[in-house]
């Protein structure tokens, strides 16, 4: 069913509490080609900020998809300003998105994804520095709007006392990733994008990206004059290797073999409650069930994904669960710490 909410304009976009599934696409004008295109934008976006791939057009099913946009919106909403036009926003249907990529087994990115912290030193002619957002914003803004497109919260360091000694300008020029995780933890994340660049003569820029995760890091150089360029360059590098770190396969329910997941720890009704908050968050994309209680250990049958490596992929940070070595494809042991 297709709704137009067309008499809330003054109130912005009416959308439903989960934004992972909408989008907003500017437009000319309020014509029913228009709407069209821009339904077919918008969901051309979901689908690449789900998937973490600007190639998904390329498989078939998402590229029919989203050249019959406009039956799997569940609403829409245009809004008018002055400065900036008319837009338009979708909320699409979210059980057909992830039907889709259930079915044909693309790579599907779930919304609780860490945020990024960006530290980015910058080689002058007299000294090196931090990059700050309240004195070089026309310089970090191209990275905002590429993050967004991409499904990422970015976060940029205060650069205040703490931070200054946590980490140092030298440290970033000395591959010293250790400081850099250590100074990003103040940020809610394991996750940073640290850049080095250094001005050249000609106007253009040396530049070095290192993707900095909680286990591992990923490097490229180049020389480039555009931002657009090099942030592109940046986000891409820390988003996809991300994507590749977090992302899972979701499987059909009737041939996804079960997953068994048992939790130690849950002494209480409270701590109970508490994990099943979690895994009713799961329930979303994968089929679950209680098998046993026995104890301190509560065991779960998961259906729809199909390693133990891809359901720990979905535990959420900071839930209190802390997933175990896997030992065993078909096993997952997670301990519950009291939060």
């Known amino acids: 069913m297709l709704l137009t909410l067309t008499g809330l304009l003054s109130s912005g976009p009416v959308l439903g509490a989960d934004n992972f599934f909408a989008e907003a696409v500017d437009v000319e004008n309020r014509s029913a080609s228009e709407l069209r295109r821009a339904a077919r934008d918008a969901l051309t976006r979901v689908f690449v900020r789900i998937s973490g791939n600007e190639q998904i057009l390329e498989e078939a099913p998402f590229a029919a998809a989203v050249k019959d946009a ?27 998105v992830r039907g889709l990529f259930r079915d044909h087994s693309v790579l599907y990115w779930e919304q609780r994804r860490p945020p990024v912290v960006i530290w980015l030193a910058l080689d002058e002619p007299f000294s090196r520095r931090f990059a700050a957002r309240s004195e070089d914003l026309e310089l970090l803004s191209p990275s905002l709007e590429r993050f967004e497109a991409r499904g990422v919260e970015v976060r940029f360091p205060l650069l205040d006392l703490a931070d ?34 250094i001005d050249l003569s000609d106007g ?55 997953i068994a997941v048992s939790v130690r720890g849950v002494h209480s009704y409270a701590d109970y409650r508490a994990v099943s908050s979690v895994f009713n968050e799961l329930g979303r994309l994968v089929d679950l069930r209680i098998d046993s209680l026995d104890g301190d250990r509560v065991t779960y049958r998961v259906v729809g994904v199909s390693s133990a490596e891809q359901v720990a992929r979905l535990i959420p940070s900071r839930s209190g669960l802390i997933a175990q070595p896997v030992t065993r494809r078909g096993e997952l042991e997670l301990i519950w710490e009291s939060l």
Not at 241 to 246: K, N
């Open 70 to 96: 406009q039956s799997h919106v569940l609403l829409y909403s245009y809004q008018d300003a002055a400065e900036a036009g008319t837009r338009v926003f979708f909320e699409f249907d979210d059980a057909f």
């Open 164 to 197: 200054s000694a946590a980490l140092s300008v030298n440290a970033i020029w000395e591959r010293d990733f250790e400081q850099v995780r250590r100074a990003s933890a103040r940020y809610g994340t394991e996750y940073a994008l640290v850049g080095r660049w």
């Open 204 to 258: 253009s820029k040396l530049v070095d990206w290192y993707y900095v995760g909680p286990e591992q890091t990923e490097n490229i150089q180049f020389r480039a004059s555009e931002l657009s360029d090099i942030w592109e360059r940046g986000v891409d590098l820390a988003v996809d290797a991300m994507r590749d770190s977090l992302a899972v396969t979701l499987q059909q329910f009737e041939v996804s073999e079960a």
